[in-house]
Nanobody, 122 residues
């Protein structure tokens, strides 16, 4: 139901834009977010956007990443600027399990895309 795309290989300081397309249902009343998982590490929160487009970010990506959503087209995006090698990970888009709840922990998200690899070289 969620399909992420847009990952790739980029040099440090570069930019990428991730997209997530939802199909089969809408998530207009649910928070949607981006998570990432680096090799040997747990999946971690990156950013979340509420159904009213209020945004929250983990500290390490503030002022570099921008999350946005287009409810009319059922899509979610993550603009990533100033990429660093430590941003290297598989990035996942997700939608919260419950409506009208602002959540950040992965366990609160019930719908997940397959992930897209982002690799930042130094």
């Amino acid at each position: 139901q969620l399909q992420a795309s847009g990952g790739g290989l980029v040099q440090a300081g570069g930019s990428l834009r991730l997209s997530c397309a939802a199909s089969g249902r809408t998530f207009n009343m649910q928070a949607m977010g981006w998570f990432r998982q680096a090799p040997g590490k747990e999946r971690e929160f990156v950013a979340v956007i509420t159904w009213t487009s209020i945004t929250y970010y983990t500290d390490s990506v503030k002022d570099r990443f921008t999350i946005s959503r287009d409810n009319a087209n059922n899509t979610l995006s993550l603009q990533m600027n100033g990429l660093k090698p430590e941003d290297t990970a598989v990035y996942y888009c997700a939608a919260a399990r419950d409506r009208l709840r602002v959540v950040r922990h992965p366990s609160a998200f019930g719908f997940w895309g397959l992930g897209t690899q982002v690799t930042v070289s130094s």
